[in-house]
């Protein structure tokens, strides 16, 4: 129950296009969903969070789409960019700990 | 604004040598703290987490130990290493739900 599942493990998405990464998860406890972003030898960035009173939120080319019902929510990237190129992670949290996904290796080919 | 760091940024230690590893967090106050390992191409793996000064919760039994003897300091320790901890060590910050990670550091254990 306090798995989140993540796919796809790998994805390349040609410049200007759509990356989607999906997350999917089991406790319905659960109300805060944030997304990470982490480039090489750095640590992971806060890139954007939803809590699931909202279906979706948008910053920038980024957007969180949120399904509560079916419990799973995506990362969506317009626009990607060779600079996205990076490891993203989907997390989920009731309170101060965080469980995360397993990572989607994003790269964009220019 | 708050900011966090992680020393040193790489290492290179022989198998039963000690550790210590250390984070330190500015323009914060009480925050909860967290130690995670990532192996390479892998996902986050809790460590410890602390609500406090002298609070230490233990996620998964290792041959680690981490200790808060400041509010705003978190430490990780080995008095033996063993090959299996090498990995790249992440330090985060957070207040209620949302964590902040520190630069990481490197660790090889030969």
């Known amino acids: 129950q306090q798995q989140v599942k993540q796919s796809p493990q790998s994805l390349i998405v040609q410049k200007g296009g759509i990356s989607i990464i999906n997350c999917a998860y089991e406790?319905?406890?659960?109300?805060?969903f944030p997304w990470y972003q982490q480039f090489p030898g750095k640590g992971p960035a806060l890139l954007i969070a939803?809590?699931?009173?909202?279906s979706e939120k948008k910053e920038g080319r980024f957007t969180i789409s949120f399904n509560k019902s079916a419990k799973q929510f995506s990362l969506h990237i317009m626009d990607s960019q060779p600079g996205d190129s990076a490891t993203y992670f989907c997390a989920a949290s009731k309170g101060n700990k965080l469980v995360f996904g397993a990572g989607t290796i994003l790269r964009v080919k220019s | 604004s708050q900011t966090i760091h992680q020393w040193p940024a790489t290492l290179v230690q022989p198998v039963g040598s000690p550790l210590s590893l250390e984070c330190t967090v500015e323009?914060?106050?009480?925050?909860?703290l967290y130690w995670y390992r990532q192996a390479a191409g892998r996902g986050l793996q809790l460590l410890f987490y602390?609500?406090?000064?002298?609070?230490i919760s233990s996620e998964v039994p290792q041959n680690l130990s981490a200790s808060r003897p400041q509010d705003r300091q978190f430490i990780l320790s080995s008095k033996k290493l063993l090959l299996s901890d090498s990995g790249f060590y992440l330090c985060?910050?957070?207040?209620?739900?949302?964590?902040?990670f520190g630069p990481g550091t490197r660790l090889t254990v030969l």
């Open positions: 985060a910050w957070g207040l209620a739900d949302t964590q902040y």
């Open positions: 939803i809590r699931p009173d909202v």
């Open positions: 406790n319905t406890a659960f109300d805060y």
């Open positions: 602390s609500v406090g000064i002298g609070q």
């Open positions: 323009g914060t106050s009480n925050p909860n």
